[in-house]
Structure formats: C-alpha cells, structure tokens
C-alpha cells in the first residue's frame, strides 16, 4: 500500500510541475473591447496580456475588411508596463475592423489571435 501512495504523491507532483510549464501568456483584455462596436474612430488599439511580453518579438496590427492595414505601423511593448501592446489608429471610416497580434512572452512561447471591432456610421 506504501508503495502505491508513495507513486501516487510522486505522479501528482509530476502533473502539478508540468500544468505550469506549459501555461502560455493570453489576451486578458484589450481597447476596443473584442467585438465592440464603436460610436467613433478610436485613435489606438491597446491590448494587455497575462505576461510580460518580448518587445521584439510582439506585435500587432489593424486591417479594413479588403485586408489593408490601417494603422500607422508603429506598434510597441508599452515601455512602461510589459504586459500592454499597443498602435496607434488614424480616424477610421465606419466599417469593420480585424486586428491580429501575435506575442512573445518573456518565457519564450509565442501566441497570437485576432478579433474585430466596428465602428458604426
């Protein structure tokens, strides 16, 4: 009986140190809201992460629906605070919007997404 509790203890400490290995950064918010719809043009996108993030390696940009980029292409790690990413926006005709990032956590694991947001007539 010893023996099994003992492997038992052992495989749930294996189980519980590997579950935090593989954890990954992800999006816990962002400015537009996902999906939102928007009386005017916002003037940036801002999206805050679970981690802190590698500014080289993170990025983010804003499409019309022809898939043209529409930000002014200056995209960064918030010096400030690691954990926001952001661009800045010209005045956006009413339409709708993708925005697609892709990140690198300070741990090395690359994530990326897209949402949209629109911004009404």
């Known amino acids: 009986m010893r ?3 003992i492997v038992g203890v052992a495989l749930a400490v294996l189980l519980l140190g590997t579950a935090g290995g593989f954890a990954h ?6 400015e537009p809201r996902v999906g939102s719809t928007l009386k005017t043009s916002p003037t940036e996108v801002r999206l805050w992460f679970s981690d802190h993030l590698e500014p080289a390696s993170s990025g983010v940009q804003v499409v019309n629906e022809a898939g043209e980029q ?9 010096p400030s605070n690691s954990v926001l990413l952001q661009v800045s926006l010209p005045s956006l005709p009413p339409g709708v919007y993708k ?5 690198r956590s300070v741990d090395g694991h ?3 997404g897209d949402f949209t947001f629109r911004v009404a007539p």
């Open 70 to 78: 529409v930000d002014k292409g200056a995209d960064q790690v918030d």
């Open 25 to 30: 950064t992800f999006l816990e918010r962002a």
């Open 3 to 5: 023996v099994f509790r």
């Open 110 to 112: 690359t994530v990326g």
């Open 99 to 103: 925005v697609i990032w892709s990140v």
